[in-house]
């Protein structure tokens, strides 16, 4: 993949080409910056000259994106960190590839003894690792979680995936499939449980109407209650 890196206004900004866009579009994400997706038939100049007329929705949006940063947890060498299941351990190494390994209950991550842990590489090579434990722990979870709490409550469905989502916890589709975020695995077991509920609920109710509210209340107890304590988790956030 093509890639340029412009400044504008002290701003870096990563151009790169992509063939599945159809026109240029820009996204702003944390510990990622502004990235720019430009249609394989767009030059770079002309993306210029578009990413420069969005300069203020840019910095505004950014602004937001750096104060977002500040919540995220900063990974160093005496971090101690776990999964339900994996320990984070980070190794300095002489060799030059950054890389990281889940394996044997441990998330490893080596770092070349040039970089410095606290950069963007390899705190975003921290998180990968992190996430990978995270859906070997959902996939070996949740869905034997989904399959126990939909025989106890009287729910069928069709089948259950685990994705990186980072906006919902959970959906069921029109075909009462159950998605899960992996990022419930940082959840407390009874969240977990209430958010597979609300979802499985979804499969007789497919709104939030009363009806709705009042299925999940006798499944899960005190549904509203419930509901808030998850909403104090930022999922996107750790």
Not at 11 to 16: R, V
Not at 135 to 163: G, I
Not at 187 to 211: A, C, G, R
């Amino acid at each position: 993949m093509s890639e340029k890196v412009i400044t504008i206004e002290d701003i870096d900004i990563t151009l790169f080409k992509s063939k599945k866009a159809k026109s240029i579009n820009i996204t702003i994400r944390p510990f990622k910056g502004v990235r720019v997706s430009v249609p394989s038939f767009v030059s770079y100049d002309k993306a210029k000259s578009a990413v420069k007329q969005r300069m203020s929705w840019i910095k505004k949006n950014l602004s937001k994106i750096k104060g977002a940063e500040e919540l995220f947890t900063v990974f160093d060498y005496n971090s101690e960190f776990k999964t339900r299941e994996h320990q984070l351990k980070l190794i300095a190494v002489n060799f030059d590839n950054l890389k990281s390994v889940v394996r044997s209950n441990t998330i490893f991550v080596y770092i070349p003894k040039e970089l410095d842990v606290l950069s963007n590489e390899v705190q975003m090579e921290i998180r990968k690792a992190i996430e990978r434990a995270w859906r070997k722990e959902a996939k070996a979870y949740l869905p034997d979680r989904v399959n126990h709490l939909a025989n106890k409550n009287d729910f069928s469905f069709n089948r259950v995936s685990v994705q990186n989502s980072k906006t919902r916890w959970g959906s069921c589709s029109v075909n009462n499939n159950i998605n899960l975020s992996l990022h419930l695995m940082r959840l407390p077991d009874h969240l977990i449980d209430y958010v597979i509920l609300h979802e499985l609920s979804h499969t007789k109710v497919k709104n939030h109407s009363p009806h709705f509210w009042h299925l999940l209340d006798q499944v899960s107890g005190n549904a509203r209650v419930l509901d808030k304590e998850v909403k104090s988790y930022k999922i996107g956030i750790y």
